[in-house]
């Protein structure tokens, strides 16, 4: 059976489609309304110029490459939307995404309040330049390439939150991260007492004053610092331990331990100075 006819999706195929469609390379322009694929529908490189009302993708959604310029205010996308690089500027107030979605390379410039997503938020190379209020995410939230110069109070990121090389210069109040927050190469001098990172932090590039961290540290020129909730533990890379343990490992793995030993003890030392 073919799946377009005459420009349309063949209507054999009915208004419910068991699988996936890939779309790429037909002469398909338009799809039905009401129309409901439990698997993904991909439409790179198509001719189509607007989405159906009440749209429902079980799986992900790719307009990349197409002339699509705004969604439906009904879409519901059950895993990945990547609308990267499309001319499309603004998203449905309600969008609900059940894995990443992709807005890099967008004229995109604001996010609607009641946005939901489950995994990563990719917002590199968009017009956006702030979040909304109390923003929440239950997956990453990656920053990288943004023009964001800050985060609003309460922002809560259930997985990672990336936002190396960005110009944001301080973090917020109330900051929760649920897995590692990567602040390389930026200009942040402080963190704040209320910080919640249940992941590593990155911190090399940046000129932490607050904080005992100590930086330029072995051979890989890395930072090392206190953990956020147990300051007896020391965060070297991948290792974390105690003074003593930090220690021995070091002696075990380098020639020429001194140094780096050195760094440990001050790092440490540093707590004592800011207290």
Not at 4 to 28: C, Q, R, W, Y
Not at 30 to 43: A, D, H, R, T, V
Not at 157 to 177: C, F, K, Q, W, Y
Request: charged letters at 25%; a negative charge; aromatic letters at 6%.
């Amino acid at each position: 059976m073919k799946t377009v006819v005459d420009g349309k999706l063949n209507p054999e195929l009915g208004l419910t489609i068991k699988g996936s469609l890939n779309l790429i390379g037909t002469a398909i322009t338009e799809l039905p309304e009401n129309l409901s694929i439990e698997g993904y529908l991909n439409l790179v490189g198509t001719a189509i110029i607007k989405l159906p009302e009440n749209l429902s993708v079980g799986d992900s959604l790719c307009l990349r490459d197409t002339a699509i310029t705004s969604l439906p205010e009904s879409l519901s996308v059950g895993d990945y939307l990547d609308i990267k690089g499309t001319a499309i500027t603004e998203l449905p107030d309600n969008l609900s995404v059940g894995g990443d979605l992709d807005l890099r390379n967008t004229a995109i410039t604001e996010l609607p309040k009641n946005l939901s997503i489950d995994e990563t938020l990719y917002l590199g190379g968009t017009a956006i330049t702030s979040l909304p209020e109390n923003f929440s995410i239950e997956g990453d939230l990656n920053l990288i390439g943004t023009a964001i110069t800050e985060l609003p109070e309460n922002l809560s990121v259930g997985g990672h939150l990336d936002m190396r090389g960005t110009a944001i210069t301080e973090l917020p109040e109330n900051l929760s991260v649920g897995g590692y927050l990567d602040l390389e190469n930026t200009a942040i001098t402080e963190l704040p007492e209320n910080l919640s990172v249940s992941g590593d932090l990155y911190l090399e590039g940046t000129a932490i004053v607050n904080y005992p961290v100590v930086y330029d540290c072995g051979s890989d020129n890395r930072a090392i610092y206190l953990d956020l909730k147990d300051k007896t533990i020391i965060h070297i890379g991948c290792f974390r331990g105690t003074k003593e343990e930090a220690i021995f490992r070091i002696k075990v793995e380098y020639t020429n331990p001194e140094d780096y030993i050195n760094k440990v003890r001050e790092c440490f030392n540093k707590l004592e100075e800011l207290k």
